[in-house]
């Protein structure tokens, strides 16, 4: 069974730091590109992060370029998303994702989310 737990999110205030964490499961997390999606109130999802299997150059929504960081430990089975400088404008609900092949087929799975809240 395929399980993506994400961890870490919280209320915080502007500026201020979180990490978030994503632990996987049921699947060859080495072989998978993992990705952070985040969606706020009444707006879609979007992407926010990526990362290929071997933690080669990610990918940032031109939004988080430069405050966020995400990354991966294989031996852990766990990718992360680090979050600095946060604005209220990264509030949001975060979603950690998985893509992978499963035989032939290209499989995509989701977490359940965490909450940031940035606030004063």
């Known amino acids: 069974q395929v399980q993506l737990v994400e961890s870490g999110g919280g209320l915080v205030q502007p500026g201020g730091s979180l990490r978030l964490s994503c632990a996987a499961s049921g699947f060859t997390f080495s072989v998978a590109a993992m990705s952070w999606y985040r969606q706020a109130p009444g707006k879609g999802r979007e992407l926010v992060a990526a990362?290929?299997?071997?933690?080669?150059?990610?990918n940032y929504a031109d939004s988080v370029q430069g405050r966020f960081t995400v990354s991966r430990d294989n031996a852990k089975n766990m990718v992360y998303l680090q979050m600095n400088s946060l604005k209220a404008e990264d509030t949001a609900v975060y979603y950690c994702n998985a893509n992978y092949l499963r035989g032939l087929s290209l499989m995509n799975s989701w977490g359940q989310g965490t909450q940031v809240t940035v606030s004063s």
């Open positions: 990362i290929t299997n071997t933690g080669g150059t990610p």
